[in-house]
């Protein structure tokens, strides 16, 4: 099992999100955040005076899938997300050792 998660723009949320949902996906955990990467924020102007805004507004998706569709799933998220421009986001994955559901004590990608 891989778990991805993936920080992207809020406003591409519900794009990725129906992009999932038609290749099969319908479990994930969604998270409001704030960060930056290379761009280190931007400067704006209010009431005349400037002002850093270094901690911009991202969503973090959170998905545990099976190993065998882990890429036709990054590259599904990976294409809905992009823009083309600075701060698109990232997408990591890990490995998951074991995955074990509360209300049954299913294990392993049953548990999914």
């Known amino acids: 099992m891989k778990k991805i998660e993936a920080i992207i723009q809020p406003f591409k949320l519900d794009e990725v999100k129906e992009a999932l949902k038609a290749i099969g996906v319908d479990g994930m955990t969604i998270t409001e955040v704030r960060g930056h990467g ?28 099976p190993t065998g569709r882990a890429e036709e799933i990054i590259r599904t998220l990976v294409s809905a997300a992009r ?30």
């Open 38 to 65: 290379r761009q280190k924020g931007h400067k704006e102007v209010y009431r005349g005076a400037e002002y850093n805004v270094d901690l911009l507004p991202k969503v973090k998706l959170e998905l545990v899938v």
């Open 83 to 112: 823009t083309g421009k600075i701060g698109d986001g990232k997408v990591f994955v890990y490995d998951v050792a074991e995955a074990i559901r509360i209300r049954n004590d299913d294990r392993g990608e049953s548990a999914l």
